[in-house]
């Protein structure tokens, strides 16, 4: 039985409905990562959907070396904090290093593993240690049957505050697929299970600038196919104008049309939960 995970008034979970972490690839600056929380704080809430922003203060895992990777820690963990207390709204970052982990903690409600480095042990060590709900994204090389290994490292410190993230699998080179099966797997590990859908069309060996990095228009076919899997909480990377990113320009949504997928994977969302009473 998959256990619920609080995070600062939101419920993920079997019983629950469905959660939106969602935000900028990387954070860009203070404004406009307050005004993107804003925005879809009110659409999810419009759609009575419990909200986690995300957006990571680095991106490490970049294809150039001039690649933009964010403002760093200090700076971003201070942009995060304002919007954690001006919109009112639980934040989410990645962590990379063992040296990131407190200083994270001090204001993240959520501590992300990134898919690259959901093998490392020190790193999930340290982050669980913190007791902070802990994000781990599924390494795009291996099965979601393996993600109990790194669990069982966040459960060795004590800590069972966690979700687990579906962003794809590596399917020959620079292709990405969703195996459906991988929803109810991952849910057989006992936490929440939370489908990362435009990291999953994100093309790679091609700069996430240019519009060959990303399929987003396979986007709301992904979605509604894992809300229909089961998933507990869908993560969308949003932009008030992706063409303008400076990070997965390719492969992120406008924040002007979240509002109507949404819509569309509450509705599937809720006769999936109503089929799970049917059948108790």
């Known amino acids: 039985m998959t256990s619920d995970l609080k995070v600062s008034g939101v419920t993920l979970g079997k019983t629950s409905p469905l959660v939106l972490i969602a935000g900028p690839c990387v954070i ?3 404004e406009s990562s307050l005004r993107s929380a804003e925005a879809i704080k009110n659409i999810a809430a419009g759609l009575g959907m419990g909200f986690i922003f995300k957006s990571s203060y680095t ?20 942009i995060l ?9 639980p934040v989410l970052s990645d962590v990379h290093c063992k040296s990131e982990v407190n200083a994270a903690a001090e ?26 709900p802990i994000n781990i994204k599924k390494g795009q090389f291996i099965g979601p049957g393996e993600m109990r290994n790194t669990i069982g490292k966040i459960e060795h410190t004590g800590n069972r505050r966690i979700m687990l993230t579906e962003r794809g699998s590596c399917f020959g080179y620079n292709n990405l697929v969703v195996d459906m099966r991988s929803f109810p797997i991952l849910a057989s590990l006992g936490y929440p299970v939370i489908f990362d859908v435009t990291h999953s069309v994100r093309v790679y060996g091609t700069p996430s600038s240019e519009s060959a990095g990303g399929e987003p228009q396979y986007v709301p076919h ?9 998933c507990d909480g869908i993560f969308i990377e949003a932009h008030r104008d992706p063409q303008r990113a400076k990070c997965d320009a ?13 819509k569309v994977l509450k509705e599937i969302d809720d006769i999936v939960k109503l089929k799970r009473l049917e059948d108790q």
């Open 28 to 30: 860009e600056d203070e």
């Open 250 to 262: 390719c492969s992120m949504l406008p924040i002007s049309i979240l509002g109507g997928l949404l």
């Open 107 to 132: 204001v993240l409600d959520v501590l992300q593993i990134p898919a690259y480095l959901s093998q490392q042990t020190g790193l999930a060590l340290a982050a669980g240690t913190t007791g902070k």
């Open 222 to 230: 992904l979605a509604r196919a894992a809300v229909a899997a089961g």
């Open 81 to 89: 904090e304002r919007v954690k207390k001006e919109i009112g709204v």
């Open 59 to 78: 991106k490490d895992n970049r294809s150039k070396a001039t690649a933009y990777t964010g403002p760093g820690l200090d700076a971003g963990l201070s």
